[in-house]
């Protein structure tokens, strides 16, 4: 049975759905404007005055700073890989190591296809590092992020939605389900009439329980001119008639759902998650308020007012600096000259700005390096983690959520490709720096008590084990070639034929003795 978007329609058009979204619009342009350093002036500027406002975006690096360290960044070479596995061979995998045995570690053709024709998409989408960037921005921003497939001449392509055009229609007695997404926004459009007015475009993505799969249809809706003056009792062909969704074009058919979605961070009260700047912006507003007053100080207190006590305004002379000040009263022998200056040094004001600096951090779960800053030559890698034990809490809620969502979008890509029976499993880095002098030396004892195998090691540094065993065993037999090269030369009694490296060793040896030899 096909979709019935006109009831969905009815639904998105609804009082409750609108008035939720509206809210949910207005705060997401809030959030927005802390991100991009578009914060509130507390402080009034005259005309052509000194602006002393002072905006430090706090929230703008709170945000950077966790998308940065949940995808990490190709420069630094900790960016996150995709492993392509057969889902039949993962599971026999999986299954051998359960019973202690080794898994398959070569890469069949079929495999490397499938990898291949994953870098062609997000190449053709940008390249992975835009794609996780604008990802994690958007959901960190937002509160929650949309994934898009789109399907051209070229091959499929992966397109990240705005949140502020994207919303969600599920199932009242079960938020786990979606009956729909909604993408909407302003365009342009030519009447019956041929004149250019204003439209709104809706995508509506509904999910057909029946066949299980989904359906893609593009509407519009004319918006109107007043003097056109809509009636609902006029036709849908006349223009001056109450505007109506029209469909263009026709449905697509898909089965897969073209759009994946998921939260930022955890929000149980509700489909759509939590940004990382929830709870914070007051703060950020509030180092700003405290930072633009002690700037309107700093600038008045740097060219101090001259008082002058007793003496008769008159017969001073407009100093160089600001104004002169003349107080009178006072008997010419009590007349004195002054600057004007502060009685304290803002110690209290900036007391209380770190106050505020440590909540922001604290309520955003980040870790503010400015607080050890002057220790950090002397944390270990397990002091480390533990001043970021909460932002590591708040990295790994993020990875159960964009985890899932990238492996669902590698499998609807795979089954666009013809590679249905692929799938991709995440590779996560370290998200901290770490000294590998204490990390080595870890794994070594590890090993010497052999509940670590090389391979494993090996991995835990960053390095493929199949390349390394590899170079290892070629190693070892040009070390073995050299070794037999050296006895035979002895044997026959010919060091000059000996490699340099053990020319050394043979000049030691006694005379009329024999090295001794395994072979």
């Known amino acids: 049975m096909a979709i019935d978007f006109d009831i969905l329609h009815s639904m998105f058009d ?4 609108k008035t939720d979204e509206s809210a949910r619009r207005l705060k997401l342009e809030g959030f927005w404007k802390f991100y991009n350093g578009d914060h509130k002036h507390f402080l009034k500027t005259p005309i052509d005055g000194v602006d002393d406002n002072v905006t430090i975006n706090f929230c703008g690096v709170l945000v950077d700073r966790a998308v940065s360290r949940l995808f990490g960044d190709s420069v630094r070479g900790d960016l996150i890989k995709m492993d392509v596995r057969d889902r039949e061979e993962k599971k026999l995998d999986t299954a051998k190591l359960d019973e202690g045995e080794e898994p398959t570690k070569s890469k069949d053709s079929r495999e490397v296809e499938a990898r291949a024709f994953l870098n062609s998409v997000f190449e053709r989408s940008g390249g992975l590092q835009k794609i996780y960037n604008r990802l994690g921005v958007y959901g960190a921003v937002g509160g929650h992020y949309f994934l898009k497939l789109m399907v051209e001449d070229l091959g ?20 786990d389900r979606v009956l729909a997404y909604k993408v909407e926004y302003e365009t342009m459009r030519k009447d019956a009439r041929n004149r250019v007015v204003e439209a709104t475009f809706r995508q509506i993505t509904a999910h057909d329980v029946e066949t299980d799969g989904w359906e893609v249809a593009d509407f519009i809706r004319m918006n109107h001119r007043i003097d056109d003056a809509p009636d609902a009792n006029k036709t849908l062909e006349d223009t001056t008639s109450t505007p109506k969704w029209v469909q263009e074009g026709k449905t697509d058919l898909w089965d897969v759902c073209p759009i994946m979605d998921g939260q930022n961070l955890p929000n149980a009260n509700d489909i759509y998650g939590k940004s990382d700047m929830d709870n914070v912006t007051g703060l950020n507003d509030e180092i700003n308020f405290l930072m633009s007053n002690v700037n309107k100080i700093v600038r008045f207190q740097g060219h101090p007012r001259t008082v002058g006590i007793g003496v008769d305004a008159s017969g ?4 160089a600096i600001e104004n002169f000040w003349s107080v009178p009263g006072a008997t010419p022998d009590e007349a004195e000259i002054f600057n004007l200056e502060m009685k304290s040094d803002l110690a209290a004001i900036f007391g209380f700005f770190q106050i505020i600096r440590e909540a922001f951090w604290t ?7 400015a607080t050890f800053k002057e220790k950090i030559g002397n944390v270990t890698n397990f002091g480390l983690r533990v001043l970021f034990l909460d932002a590591l809490n708040k990295l790994g809620q993020k990875r159960q959520s964009y985890g899932p969502a990238l492996i669902r979008l590698s499998e609807s890509l795979f089954a666009l490709g013809d590679f249905g029976n692929m799938t991709v499993d995440i590779l996560w880095g370290d998200p901290l720096p ?22 494993t090691a090996a991995q835990e540094r960053g390095r493929n084990w199949l390349e390394e065993e590899q170079r290892i065993k070629k190693e ?15 044997q026959r009694g010919d060091p000059t034929n000996m490699p340099q490296n053990m020319r050394g060793q043979n000049a030691r040896l006694p005379k009329n003795t024999t090295p001794p030899s395994d072979v």
């Open 156 to 175: 499929p392509r992966v397109i990240i939605l705005d949140p502020m055009i994207t919303s969600i229609l599920i199932s009242p007695d079960d938020k």
């Open 14 to 17: 609804s009082e409750g759905y």
């Open 434 to 455: 770490s000294d590998p002098r204490e990390a080595v030396e870890t794994l070594t004892i590890e090993h010497t008590l052999g509940i670590v195998s090389k391979e």
């Open 476 to 490: 070892q037999r040009d070390e073995e070639s050299v070794t037999a090269k050296f006895v035979r030369n002895m």
């Open 363 to 369: 309520i955003g779960r980040e870790a503010d390096p």
């Open 316 to 319: 001073i002379q407009e100093t």
